[in-house]
């Protein structure tokens, strides 16, 4: 089992910023994939960006060169800076680590991001 606890979720104004955080516990070994995803009111959830253990990141093309995401394996966890945010990043980040793309993994609570125009 492992254990996620997100947080930096909140709320800013559109072109601001924020930064969150995702902490992994439990059994970690197995762990090659941490991402972010996304889920605004009505949506799908969607991926936001991963990386994998060998640094290796994706990003959804509404966030590229806009977020970025980044991870410290000493303490399993992964990061996300937000920058340059716009209303319709508004959403519930979540926070996923997984073995491999085809691996559901585990998933964090969500943290609540609203950005206001």
């Known amino acids: 089992q492992v254990q996620l606890v997100e947080s930096g979720g909140g709320l800013v104004q559109a072109g601001g910023s924020l930064r969150l955080s995702c902490a992994a516990s439990g059994i970690i070994g197995s762990i090659n994939i941490m991402g972010w995803y996304r889920q605004a009111p009505g949506k799908e959830r969607e991926l936001v960006a991963r990386i994998m253990s060998s640094s290796l990141t994706n990003y959804a093309n509404s966030v590229k060169g806009r977020f970025a995401i980044s991870r410290d394996s000493a303490k399993n966890t992964v990061y996300l800076q937000m920058n340059s945010l716009r209303s319709e990043d508004t959403a519930v980040y979540y926070c996923?680590?997984?073995?491999?793309?085809?691996?559901?993994?585990?998933w964090g609570q969500g943290t609540q991001v609203s950005v206001s125009s």
């Open positions: 996923n680590v997984r073995k491999n793309i085809f691996d559901s993994g585990s």
